[in-house]
Nanobody, 124 residues
Framework: VQLVESGGGLVQPGGSLRLSCIVS????????MGWFRQAPGKEREGVSC????????YYADSVQGRFTISRDNAKNTLYLQMNSLTPEDTAMYYC??????????????????WGQGTQVTVSS
């Protein structure tokens, strides 16, 4: 199983980025997918998750209204559109796959497969 994130980079405050996560080695539409992030010296934070059919999503309060999670099951790809970025969004962003949707998704405990991460840096 491989999850490969891309799309990170350096962006100015107020800017936007779109992260992608291409998944292989599992039946993508059998899995809920999530985005997590971890900043230096901080604990991992659940950013968002999406149901296998894309019919329901959850967001952390810190990103609600600014980030949008989506998926394309035909392309085995997960996305995270990030708008109105602030320096507090600076972190390594990871995608992850889970056979369980909802519950305490933000802990990441139900996610079985993880990518290697893509760095997002928001700075002027």
């Amino acid at each position: 199983v491989q999850l490969v994130e891309s799309g990170g980079g350096l962006v100015q405050p107020g800017g936007s980025l779109r992260l992608s996560c291409i998944v292989s080695g599992l039946t993508f539409d059998d899995y809920a997918m999530g985005w997590f992030r971890q900043a230096p010296g901080k604990e991992r934070e659940g950013v968002s998750c999406i149901k296998w059919n894309g019919g329901r999503m959850y967001y952390a309060d810190s990103v609600q209204g600014r980030f949008t999670i989506s998926r394309d099951n035909a392309k085995n790809t997960l996305y995270l559109q990030m708008n109105s970025l602030t320096p507090e969004d600076t972190a390594m962003y990871y995608c992850a796959a889970s056979r369980v949707f909802g519950g305490a998704w933000y802990t990441g405990e139900n996610f079985s497969y993880w990518g290697q991460g893509t760095q997002v840096t928001v700075s002027s």
